[in-house]
């Protein structure tokens, strides 16, 4: 089995996609090769580095063993080896969003038109200007993304959610299909399996972006409501165009922020999904959105979130460590502390009690034809893999209805 990753051009081209000239599609390919190089070859160079240089220095110096993966991070941030790795991988960010961006502003006239296209009639698209961007959002610029997800060029455009698009591929090795959608494939391949008589009939994708994710769920459930929400006007207006010109019909793009979800009544929903967004949210902002997800959902709906999993006593240091470099080195300043935390408990505090909560491991669900596995995917790749920790819970049915 090949251990390189395919090329750019097996990208499905729906309509909305911007398109790539031949070098700004070979600096793609040279990306997404260069990221699974750094995670796989070159990264398993930090352990080698850990064990052999920096865990002998540091119980030298202290008589022990270091206690929390911030002592790892202070003492790896003086090794060579580490610090190349870490700083190829910073650029490996940075030159992505460079090439994303280029590409989409010199063809960005098309791309609004094509939008304002796709959008105008479709009712697929409801933007509220009045909706604040969290200041959460807005501090940095959230995993080097210029501007973050919510920035305009020029006012109403589609900037971000298009280089968002293009560039996902190069980030993940080409790791989640052709449409950039593994992640959401996962999901319904999970609960076909899990419920295959179940039929929601609303379902809620709170931080939605572009609906990378949110998409598969209207195509597997047809006759859903797909609710697609996101404090990102720029994302939405690219992720509902994109939708529609995939011939989606049962999902709405909808300017909203998971804290305040006043305009649904209680109980409105059947399922309520986040894919990677909890690792993005302040601690206070957590628990009001999880609190509100519960109101949202009707008894016997199903919460499912999909994150990295958080950092139990029971993994190793270093792989926490590991875990971590996005936090410190690609602007995810809720990482560190979002997956330190027992997310079980949040999810209790937020209502959902704990015995009527699961977790359960997703993989991305892909076309193995054109994206084959790395041979390397047995081996612990901290957190680069398209391979996820979900959390839900079930919400009991009211006990009337359940008796
Ligand atoms: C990492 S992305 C999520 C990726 C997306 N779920 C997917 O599957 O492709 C985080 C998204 O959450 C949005 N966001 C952040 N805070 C939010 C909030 N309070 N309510 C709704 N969306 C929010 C951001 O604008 C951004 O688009």
Known sequence: MSDLPPPYTALTRHPMMPR?????AARFNFLTHFNRYLSGAIGKGNKLAYDKRVLP?????HGREPEHRYEIRDAM???????M??????????????NGRQTVLRQLDELDAQARQFNEHSGMLELDPTVEQPHYQTAVDIHCQPGGYHSEERSGDVTVGAN??????ATTGGALGGLNDGGGQAIVEWIKKERPDWQPRRILDIGATVGHNAVPLAQAFPDAEVIAIDTAAASLRYGAAR???MGVKNIKFVQASGEDLSRWADGYFDWVQTTMFLHELSSKAMPRILAEANRVLAPGGLIFHIEQPEYTDEMPLFEQF??????FNNNEPFWSAMHGQDLKQVMADAGFARDDQFTVGVRAVVDPEIFPPSPDEGEED????????????????AQAEAA
């Open 85 to 98: 790795w870490s700083a190829l991988k910073r650029n490996s960010m940075e030159m992505r969003q460079h």
């Open 164 to 169: 968002y698009d293009i560039g996902l591929f």
């Open 322 to 327: 590991m875990r971590d470099w996005d936090a």
């Open 20 to 24: 790539t000239s031949h070098d700004e």
């Open 77 to 83: 941030n003086e090794d060579p080896w580490h610090r």
């Open 243 to 245: 939708a529609a010109s």
């Open 382 to 397: 901290f957190g680069r893999a398209a391979i996820w920790n979900a959390y839900g819970a079930w919400k009991p049915l």
């Open 57 to 61: 220095a540091f119980v030298e110096k």
